[in-house]
């Protein structure tokens, strides 16, 4: 059974940093990723890897702020964010490609992330 685990949110001031993990079991997937939703839009890519090359691919709103990375040995794929701000609150979901699929395929429950004073 495929299962994928975030962690790491949380309420941070603005211009914090915070670091989002998200453990995978039960599979290998060709690429992973980060994607965050807020009420009333829909949900977005803010970062992928792929499994082998390692590359990643940035929505131009987080570019130079946040940074994803895996770590293929414990099949985990981290987010890394610095220079948080408030439009960057949001539930962010972690995502998984299954092997020729072209689509993200396996998500997790979400992790919520706030940035306020």
């Given at each position: 059974?495929?299962?994928l685990?975030?962690?790491?949110?949380?309420?941070?001031?603005?211009g914090?940093?915070?670091?989002?993990?998200?453990?995978?079991?039960?599979?290998?997937?060709s690429?992973?990723a980060?994607?965050?939703?807020t009420p009333?839009?829909?949900r977005?890519?803010v970062?992928?890897?792929?499994?082998?090359?390692?590359?990643t691919?940035?929505?131009?709103?987080v570019?130079?702020?946040?940074?994803?990375?895996?770590?293929n040995?414990?099949?985990?794929?981290?987010?890394q964010?610095?220079s948080?701000?408030?439009?960057?609150?949001?539930?962010?979901?972690?995502?998984?490609?299954s092997?020729?699929?072209?689509?993200?395929?396996?998500?997790?429950?979400?992790?919520?992330?706030?940035?306020?004073?």
């Amino acid at each position: 059974q495929v299962q994928l685990k975030e962690s790491g949110g949380g309420l941070v001031q603005p211009g914090g940093s915070l670091r989002l993990s998200c453990a995978v079991s039960g599979a290998l997937f060709s690429a992973m990723a980060w994607y965050r939703q807020t009420p009333g839009n829909e949900r977005e890519l803010v970062a992928s890897i792929t499994r082998l090359s390692s590359t990643t691919n940035y929505a131009d709103s987080v570019k130079g702020r946040f940074t994803i990375s895996r770590d293929n040995a414990k099949n985990t794929v981290y987010l890394q964010m610095n220079s948080l701000k408030p439009e960057d609150t949001a539930l962010y979901y972690c995502a998984a490609r299954s092997v020729g699929r072209n689509e993200f395929n396996h998500w997790g429950q979400g992790t919520q992330v706030t940035v306020s004073s």
